[in-house]
């Protein structure tokens, strides 16, 4: 098997944090954990790379721009360009850990974007786009990796979901839908992959500060033509795709939780964190449809655009 190329991973250079240190001379950490993030370039994968690492994890930061990946690198965490709609991109990063570690541990599948807009007004090519990034893409990573991770028979594969998979907002279908689908997916990979010593996480955040909010208005491009029926709720809209970044938890505190339990023996299946984490699951769970479906419509301009239209 050929050498990784420089600069690309070299466990020998991998720097251990003096927090960590302090750790492993007490005598509870085992640095000694791989693990494989996706979309690192910012916000929470960036986060939890740095929070892993700081724990003596190996950690594989990836993202589809490696230059978006320099600082992480500066600090001695392995990089690499991933973008994770490439199957040879997925191949080829999976085939340069079982070469450089010959084991990996953890899979984080963080990379993703909210494609918001009335659903009507998206053309099946951006559902499509929506759904190859935050559910296939996941998919194909948890495939490619699941003999590594079963080797060792104690791998953890954590999807990041959202709560707006857990309760669906007007705006932002396409979002929730594909969350929505990865937490099922997630809900089934758990009890296959059991038998094989793998364990799913599921990590539904709430607000959490980040670039989402701008890649989110980024994704309205084009839609609310002058005709649109929707041109009237154009600043609801707009507040939607931008609403993760109200009272956002800092990314970095939910890196911090998040990389405490996936170093865990026994992760929890279910993580809920930031801003709104438990309240939009509470709404889904015990508010009547009716009563819920009312504050929603309200909330997004929907009850005054159906007066106009009647
Ligand atoms: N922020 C929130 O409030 C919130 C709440 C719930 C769930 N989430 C979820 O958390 C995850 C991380 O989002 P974030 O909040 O940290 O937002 P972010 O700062 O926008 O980070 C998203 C990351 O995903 C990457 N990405 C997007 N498409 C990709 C592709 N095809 N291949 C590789 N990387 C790709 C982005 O890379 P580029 O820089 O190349 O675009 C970026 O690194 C997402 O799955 C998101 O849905 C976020």
Redesign the pocket.
């Known amino acids: 098997m050929s050498k990784p190329p420089a600069n690309r991973f070299r466990p020998s250079d991998h720097t251990f944090a003096a927090e960590s240190l302090a750790q492993i001379g007490r005598g509870y950490v085992v640095p000694d954990r791989v693990a494989l993030i ?10 939890l790379a740095l929070a892993l690492h700081r724990r003596g994890t190996i950690v594989i930061a ?4 490696a230059e ?1 990946l320099q600082e992480l690198a500066d600090l001695g965490i392995a990089t690499e360009a ?5 199957q040879a991109d997925i191949s080829r990063v999976v085939h340069a850990i079982k070469t450089a570690y010959g084991r990996l541990d953890i899979l984080v ?6 494609q918001m807009g009335p659903l009507l007004e998206l053309d099946t090519r951006s559902l499509e786009a929506q759904f ?3 559910v296939y ?1 996941p998919m194909a990573l948890a495939r490619a990796c699941a003999p590594l991770l079963k080797s060792r028979g104690r791998g953890v594969i954590c999807n ?5 998979g857990v309760l669906a907002t007007p705006f932002s279908g396409a ?1 929730c839908a594909s ?1 929505a689908a990865l937490h099922s997916l997630s809900d089934v990979l758990r009890l296959e992959l059991r038998p094989f010593g793998i364990r799913v996480v599921t ?13 989110a208005e980024t994704s309205l491009r084009g839609i609310l033509a002058p005709d649109s029926w929707y041109k009237r709720n154009e600043e609801e809209v707009r507040a939607r795709a931008l609403e ?2 109200q009272n ?1 938890t800092l ?1 970095k505190d939910l890196a911090k939780r998040l990389a405490g339990e996936l170093l865990r023996k026994r992760p929890r299946p279910i993580l809920r964190y ?1 801003n709104k984490s438990k309240l939009l699951p509470w709404m889904a769970r015990w508010l009547p449809r009716r009563v819920r479906d009312w504050l929603l419509a309200r909330r997004f301009g929907l009850r005054r655009l159906q007066l106009v239209n009647q």
């Open positions: 996706t979309g690192c370039s910012s916000g929470i994968g960036r986060e990836t993202a589809r721009r978006s991933l973008d994770v709609n490439s599948n963080n990379a993703g974007y909210g190859q990034t935050n893409a990041i979901g959202s709560v707006s979002y969350k990590v539904q955040p709430g607000a959490i500060a980040s670039e989402f909010g701008r890649h993760s970044q956002a990314a930031g």
